[in-house]
Nanobody
């Protein structure tokens, strides 16, 4: 089964950028749909972005559309989340997740594999 590890989080000022990476191992990466989720203190986990197995289709939460870009490199078994124009409300722990389903889903319940998360803090 696939194992996921995120990195690239940190502290950034509002308006800045960060790129998160999620490396996968132990599975056939291109058979998984991949997603990014986030959870802020005291809030429920929420969907951020998803990318299809081939990378040709993407899905975004309205709150990040136009600012974040999800992509994947199947040769490197890695999925990325480029985050631009960051806002303080983007502060959260960001999780990478993998789904065996071919369709893109916003619901976390459709993703069976999760990383440990990486903290992103945006200061005002």
């Amino acid at each position: 089964q696939v194992q996921l590890g995120e990195f690239g989080g940190g502290l950034v000022q509002a308006g800045g950028s960060l790129r998160l990476s999620c490396a996968a191992s132990g599975g056939t990466f291109n058979t998984y749909t991949m997603g990014w989720f986030r959870q802020a203190p005291g809030k429920y986990r929420e969907f951020v972005a998803g990318v299809s197995r081939s990378g040709s289709s993407t899905l975004y939460a309205d709150s990040v559309k136009g600012r974040f870009t999800i992509s994947r490199d199947n040769a490197e078994n890695t999925v990325y989340l480029q985050m631009n124009s960051l806002k303080p409300e983007d502060t959260a722990v960001y999780f990478c997740a993998a789904s065996r389903w071919a369709s893109l889903y916003r619901a976390g319940s459709e993703y069976g594999y999760w990383g440990q998360g990486t903290q992103v803090t945006v200061s005002s």
